[in-house]
């Protein structure tokens, strides 16, 4: 059974940095790519970062330059640090994993990654 589970989610103010992690089981998560989404009150859905299988970073624009995503395929787990924080950030991040295994790039749609966090909350106050 395939198993997301996100931690390092809080309150920051803005300006300041989380990094949260994603330790995945229960598939080999080498041969996938990873992704981070977030859904704000009201909004949907939408990607914020993603790692292919061969661990090249994607990120949306609104996050380029400012959030890192890493993974550590011998502990199955997935980073996303988030430095200069914005209160437009403010929302519950998901980790999630690609249906397709080998992947060229990255896709940003959703539907795409079959497997889910429960989410973690992260609020940046202004």
């Known amino acids: 059974q ?3 589970v996100e931690s390092g989610g809080g309150l920051v103010q803005a300006g300041g940095s989380l990094r949260l ?7 080999t998560f080498s041969k996938y790519a990873m992704g981070w989404f977030r859904q704000a ?19 949306s624009d609104s996050v380029k330059g ?3 995503i890493s993974g550590d395929n011998a502990k199955n787990t997935v980073y996303l640090q988030m430095n200069s924080l914005k209160p437009e950030d403010t929302a519950v991040y998901y980790c999630s994993t690609d249906r397709m295994p080998w992947r060229v790039g990255i896709t940003t749609h959703s539907w795409e990654y079959d497997y889910w966090g429960q989410g973690t909350q992260v609020t940046v106050s202004s």
């Not at 992690?21 to 598939?27: I, L």
């Not at 009150?41 to 990120?59: C, I, N, T």
């Open 66 to 68: 400012r959030f890192a």
């Open 21 to 27: 992690s994603c330790a995945a089981s229960g598939r």
């Open 41 to 59: 009150p009201g909004k949907e859905r939408e990607f914020v970062a993603g790692l292919s299988w061969s661990g090249s970073p994607y990120y």
């Open 2 to 4: 395939v198993q997301l």
